[in-house]
């Protein structure tokens, strides 16, 4: 059917062009009919002529030789094009089939497929609680029989696994990864805490000793000597009992100043006590906490660092330097951390100045010398300070406005 349809195009194609030859020749001048014969004898010779040169018999010339063999191949290619087109609907034809076949199998072997996946990630989130676990239970074996070195070491693993999954998409695996983190955190540093608060006591600390005391300070840090070694123990399980960033608990001073990185766990330890003094002494009701005597609780956070860094660079810079805190100081270290009790004591105090403008100068000028005195200290000059709370847009630019205002009257 497909053939017959072809074949009659191709004779309707002949036609016309026989007709547009026709009426190309004679137009519609009757007169020209005279030449009918005349034509048919021209394309008669022509009509030869092509048949000569088609002739696959004509062997004279090596252009016909030439045209009958490009024909030949023509003819060949024909028929193997016949035979690839059959061929490949044969093939086609039984692929069709086939897929029909098999589809049923496709089918199930994709349900299959997407159970096995369905299944792989059943089997690893399992692993990953199993992980979980084993740490925990390292980490209870390793108290049980009192090694505290591999308990941290376990630890310091559970807490590397803990960051590994924080951007998993399990939402509750990472819940879990975090709990399980924070509980023996918890636990581990209420032991090791309490046991470096009690050695550090073996040694006296801190150092609150009038002038008088101080033959008897110096003895009791003789008498401490044994106790070196249960500090070193301790340092160094502190100073590796660290909480993923995540989960640390936001300070108030980084309100004050964005990007405030906590201590070391061990220099939090040897703050304390002190922070305790602190702000019993000026952040109460007593005497001390005095707003127009800022003077007094720098001058004491600068007796403090005085007094205890002979301590901090004997015995606790060699710690830092052997956990891998080389480019920390100890006593820099220990500074800032009563710096902060500084800068969040001065943040409260000066919104509370009003409009007093000699309160308000006093206290600027009594904290740019307790900067100048911390860095006299060793305090980097690089590190925040209290400067950051007088550079805030609302102290500074009243800062400006006293200096305009006493600029004007000297004038």
């Not at 030789?65 to 059959?86: G, P, Y």
């Not at 998993?168 to 918890?186: E, F, G, P």
């Amino acid at each position: 059917m497909k053939m017959a349809d072809e074949e009659a195009k191709t004779s309707a194609f002949t036609r016309n062009k026989l007709i547009s030859f026709i009426n190309a020749e004679f137009g519609d001048d009757v007169k020209q009919l005279a030449r009918a014969k005349e034509l048919l004898e021209k394309l008669s010779t022509e009509k030869d002529i092509i048949e000569e040169k088609l002739s696959l018999h004509v062997t004279a010339v090596d252009g016909d030789s030439s045209l009958r063999t490009t024909l030949q191949t023509a003819q060949e290619a024909h028929k193997q094009i016949d035979f690839l087109v059959l061929e490949e609907k044969e093939i086609s034809g039984k692929t069709a089939e086939h897929v029909c076949k098999v589809q049923p199998v496709v089918e199930q072997f994709l349900q299959f497929s997407s159970k096995v996946q369905q299944l792989e990630k059943y089997t690893h989130y399992l692993t990953w609680i199993l992980k979980i676990d084993e740490f925990s239970s390292s980490i209870r074996s390793a108290l049980l029989i009192k090694t505290e070195n591999r308990a941290v070491e376990h630890y310091v693993q559970l807490t590397t696994f803990s960051r590994i999954l924080d951007s998993s998409s399990c939402r509750q695996l990472v819940i879990y990864a975090n709990d399980t983190v924070l509980y023996w955190y918890k636990i581990l540093l209420e032991k090791f805490g309490n046991e470096f608060d009690d050695v550090l006591k073996g040694f006296g600390w801190p150092f609150i000793a009038s002038p008088d005391t101080k033959q008897q300070q110096t003895n009791k840090e003789q008498i401490a000597d044994h106790l070196n070694d249960r500090l070193d123990v301790a340092f160094i399980c502190l100073i590796r009992l660290q909480l993923p960033d995540a989960l640390l608990t936001k300070e108030a001073i980084s309100e004050i100043i964005p990007g405030w990185r906590p201590l070391p766990l061990p220099l939090q330890f040897l703050v304390k006590p002190l922070c305790r003094r602190f702000k019993y002494h000026f952040c109460s009701k007593k005497m001390t906490n005095n707003i127009k005597k800022p003077e007094w609780y720098m001058t004491q956070l600068l007796t403090w660092v005085r007094d205890h860094s002979s301590f901090l660079e004997e015995r606790i810079q060699p710690l830092l330097d052997k956990a891998g805190f080389k480019y920390s100081t100890a006593v820099s270290e220990f500074t800032k951390g009563l710096l902060q009790l500084a800068i969040e004591k001065l943040a409260a105090d000066l919104p509370k100045l009003g409009q007093d403008d000699v309160l308000f100068s006093h206290t600027i000028d009594e904290t740019l010398v307790f900067c100048k005195e911390l860095v006299g200290f060793g305090y980097p000059i690089n590190q925040p300070g209290c400067l950051y709370v007088l550079c805030s847009d609302s102290v500074f630019n009243r800062w400006l406005d006293l200096e305009d205002k006493c600029k004007n009257s000297f004038w």
